[in-house]
């Protein structure tokens, strides 16, 4: 359906691509797998003709198709969903997925606005049943966000669809149901091209499997490829996978240095009550609308709860104010990244030390030595690929993105770290090395809060799980009993979980 053939791209001093070949035949999904920064993101680009290649050439059937612009590649049939959700926040949903193709239901001059609803209504009815048509984007969740996207790159009947990481925002029945229409849109011969970094979607939906480094192919395979496999080409070498280890348990006397009790934020959080000890790392985790984002809110200072308390290091949060919750302790690391936390025009710099300033500046100078050290600290320590420092970060791939947020954070050393979605777009390797530090930072009396829809980075990163449904709690877990079985269960509405140490 399309072909790169030997397309290289370079970016100032990094080689994204170089010599890249690549087709996507009728009907097959085309994984697409490489550590952060290997150049995935930058052939989807140049496939839908949002960014230009150096050399080499984009091939559709015999002919050469050189995009002037995305709304070319668009025309051709060809459609990208990006990492960063790209929605229009006042429109409404429906509108989201119609916009761009009146033309295609103009008749005599005339838009047929009626047909072109039903037609995006049903097609939302079975990607995102849990979305109403008619509501404002802006006041939806990040996943129903993501899967507006993609009902919009659906909605034009693509002959080639490029999805970037589609499956991060989402959780564990959300996925299912992406890929099933995924495979009806590949039943119908529209060519996939796949990126993700969960190998298990590998064998659940991949035909084809790519594998970059450093910007080229180092390896194609088959979907059936054993994940050590995959993992040695991704890497370069043999890395070992973590697997769940509890941290040394707290001893029960400390005292929760993050607390909520009968916390309730509108409709969707009622009457939570945890808390989370220092060395602790409990995850939080629920599918759907399930009131973790809610509670995300609140806990980071975002929102006020309507109810119910705060506490943090035994004093209240209190009103909605992100700087009073970090100031009482608590660094946060946002999921959708790139509206809550990347200042895409500055430096990779600042955008580690921006929560640190005041350390940094004792007499309202900042000391830039200082700054430049803790920069690069953590810059080496997550292994973030950029230049240097003075790299604009917008020029970072998305998962080197995610870790700057990290290190924002990890570099506030703050008593309490509270992180939703921490490996959205993270590779494999890299997503080890981060629980690793992790664990690293709780050791050293931590108390750390990872609220996630992705059940396997709950059962390798938490000690202790909070499993929510319908914004109350519906279990807790830890030791043996913290099981996939235990936790999908709860998510679901299951029987209830006998609580785990509830007592404090
Ligand atoms: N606009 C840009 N300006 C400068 N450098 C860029 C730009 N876009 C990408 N790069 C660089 O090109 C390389 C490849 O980036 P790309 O986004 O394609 O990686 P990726 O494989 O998609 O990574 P990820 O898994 O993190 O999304 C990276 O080193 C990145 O920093």
Same mark, same amino acid.
């Given at each position: ?126 990607? +995102? %049943? $849990?979305? *109403?048509?008619?509501?404002? #984007?802006?006041? /939806?969740? !990040?996943? =129903? ?76 395979? +088959? %979907? $059936?490829? *054993?994940?050590?496999?995959? #993992?040695?080409? /991704?890497? !370069?070498? =043999? ?266």
């Amino acid at each position: 359906m399309i072909r790169a053939r030997q397309v290289s791209k370079v970016f100032g001093s990094t080689m994204a691509l170089d010599s890249v070949s690549l087709d996507l035949l009728p009907g097959e999904v085309h994984v697409l797998l490489g550590e952060n920064g290997a150049g995935k993101s930058t052939l989807a680009k140049i496939l839908a003709g949002i960014v230009s290649p150096d050399s080499g050439r984009i091939e559709i059937g015999e002919r050469l198709a050189a995009f002037a612009n995305p709304g070319e590649a668009r025309r051709a049939g060809i459609e990208l969903v990006q990492q960063e959700t790209t929605v229009v926040p006042k429109m409404s949903v429906v509108d989201n997925v119609t916009l761009g193709w009146e033309r295609a239901y103009t008749r005599l001059g005339l838009v047929r606005r009626r047909r072109m609803r039903e037609d995006a209504v049903r097609l939302l009815r079975e990607l +995102a %049943p $849990d979305i *109403p048509p008619d509501a404002i #984007v802006d006041g /939806i969740s !990040g996943s =129903q966000k993501h899967r507006v996207a993609i009902a919009r790159a659906l909605f034009s009947s693509p002959r080639v669809l490029i999805l970037d990481e589609p499956t991060a925002a989402l959780d564990e029945l959300e996925r299912e149901s992406f890929f099933s229409v995924v495979r009806r849109v590949t039943s119908r011969g529209v060519a996939v091209l796949y990126v993700t970094h969960h190998l298990a979607e590998v064998p659940a939906i991949g035909s084809r499997v790519t594998i970059m480094r450093d910007g080229a192919i180092v390896a194609r395979c +088959a %979907p $059936d490829t *054993p994940e050590p496999q995959l #993992v040695a080409h /991704i890497a !370069g070498r =043999q890395i070992s996978m973590q697997h769940h280890e509890a941290s040394a348990p707290t001893p029960a006397a400390a005292a929760p240095v993050l607390e909520t009790v009968d916390v309730c934020a509108g409709e969707a959080v009622d009457r939570v009550s945890m808390h989370v000890r220092p060395g602790e790392v409990l995850g939080v985790y629920g599918v759907g609308q399930c009131g973790a984002d809610e509670l995300a809110e609140v806990l980071s200072g975002h929102r006020r709860a309507d109810r119910g308390r705060v506490f943090v290091a035994g004093r209240t949060l209190g009103r909605a104010s992100v700087s009073r919750a970090l100031a009482r302790g608590v660094a946060y690391v946002p999921g959708e990244r790139g509206r809550n936390g990347v200042v895409g025009t500055l430096p990779v710099r600042d955008n580690i030390t921006l929560s640190v300033l005041p350390r940094l500046s004792p007499a309202g100078v900042i000391r830039r030595r200082a700054e430049a050290r803790t920069a690069a600290r953590w810059t080496a320590q997550l292994r973030i690929k950029t230049p240097d420092l003075e790299a604009q970060m917008s020029a970072l791939s998305g998962g080197n993105q995610q870790k700057v947020l990290l290190a924002r954070a990890l570099a506030c050393e703050t008593p309490v770290l509270l992180l939703k979605e921490p490996t959205a777009g993270i590779d494999v390797q890299s997503r080890q090395e981060i629980y690793t530090a992790l664990k690293q930072t709780a050791k050293s009396g931590t108390a750390i809060v990872v609220i996630t829809s992705d059940l396997l980075e709950l059962l390798t990163v938490a000690d202790r799980a909070l499993v929510l449904y319908r914004g109350r709690v519906a279990g807790e877990f830890a030791g043996p009993a913290l099981t996939e079985e235990a936790v999908l269960g709860a998510a679901l509405g299951g029987s209830a979980a006998v609580p785990h140490d509830s007592g404090q």
